[in-house]
């Protein structure tokens, strides 16, 4: 690349890099909100309270516990104090709650292990209290309540939000890409009247904008991953980079991948299209 | 080059290299060329004079296939011009050496690069064509500013500069239009002649000028356009010659 970064270069590598870095971003921010969103659900369907109605007191409580140790898919449990009743009341309902004010409660809080969609895991759960001589029922999250069938519109909207947006972004790198062809008119017309074919020309060209993309979107999409990586190490309590490295899945890093590939080829389709235009106006005339 | 007549191509076999027939061309509502009959043959200088505006740029422009025409018929080395794909229009091209009242060049390019654009094209490696440019550069006189930007160069010098790259390719023929346009009487009648030594290889030239006096710089057919219509001042009947291989 001839005089490559000088001048109008310069300003268009500059304004690829930093469309490259906002595609980027935004494609690291959505797979943020889908690992959230995904590990938001997890825990919501790992999480059940079961409430013991017979036998009553203690007893029953103790019959329950010693039940769910033997249960499937339960992977704790633990009785619902009201001290942790009182914390729950008070972060759900905004106000203070005084555990002195709880009444005794026949709750227990179980965590569950990750089962396919096909298992009854409530049946299951009550089966096996019931073999243990506890009448009980289990009580999962609700669908229609905190987020409950939400998950799956949120991973869909941050999909296409950051697709959509990393598209005008593409539309941006396109249209500054043919700022390099203006550029290259004197050439695109020399080759023109050369004899070269329109396709010869604007290849040329596009050549030339695509190895400018791919640069540009390398630096764009690596400064969109360090930028990434600082904000999870101040936004994660604790994370630090042995923790980020474990925490890090391959398909995160797909935003970082895609932007210089994605910026070589709007730059060249952008330059291409510029070009075979010039061309088209050098090899015919009137 | 599906859409090739056998009887056109055998013209240019024959050595025709041009032949417009009845043609008519112009740019937008305006028509410039008007009923237009011509032929340039290999081996030939056709000098093409007239006052300004009178249409010599628009003939090199038709012959150089920048512009179609819009009536009559157009025969370029073998290729009906108002037929042809622009596959064959630019396989034709790089058969014509153009050298443009104005010429473009790319400015931050040296004039040796620029000069072996054609050759670059034609996928020739600078170690097969160096010594080629080079000679070629010695020709039209520009060894000393060979190596220097096209920017730095003087009008004079960047009209060599065209006709060197012009010649580069070795082309079947060599349109120049106004080539000695700011130069010294001296210079021009140079540049002609130049150009003209180009007959001795085959190819066909066509030189169009206001300067009626440049047709005594070699043997050249003279041709007069006035408000769009050529006549042929000289009718001499040349002999046949072999199209440059």
Redesign the interface.
Known sequence: M??ALTGVERALFLTLAFAAFAAAAAGLGARAVDRLAVHYESQRNAYAIVRVIAPEGPAGIAAAEIALARAPNVASAAPMTAGRAAQLLGEWGGGEVRAEDIPPMRLIEIELTRTGPSVDVSGDVMAALAQGGVTAEVIEAPDGVAGGGAVTRVRTAALWGAVAFALVMAIIVSLAARGLAARRR??V???C??????G?AAGRIADEAAVLGLYAGLVGGLLAGVVGLVVMLLVIPGASAETLANMILPIDLAPIIAAPLGAAVAAGAGARGAAAYFHAK????? | MSRLNPTDLELFERGILVRLSNVD????AATVLMGVDFEARAGEVALVTGPAAAGKTTLT?LL?L???PRSGRALIMGVDVARAS??E????????G?V?ETP??????SAFD?IA??LR?LGRKPRDYAEDVRELVDFVGISEAADLPMEKLSGAERRRAAIA?ALA?KPHLILADDPTAGMSPADGRRVVRLLSEMRRVGAGVVIASQDESLADCAPILRWRIERGRLTQVDHAAPEEVEAPK
């Open positions: 001839k005089n004197e050439l017309t020399v080759m009247d050369l004899g070269a074919t329109r010869q050098a090899a015919r005339l009137g | 061309a112009g740019y937008g422009h150089r920048a512009l179609p622009g596959r229009l630019a396989f034709v091209k790089r058969r014509i153009y443009a473009v060049f790319i400015e931050h390019w620029n654009m054609p094209m790259r390719a």
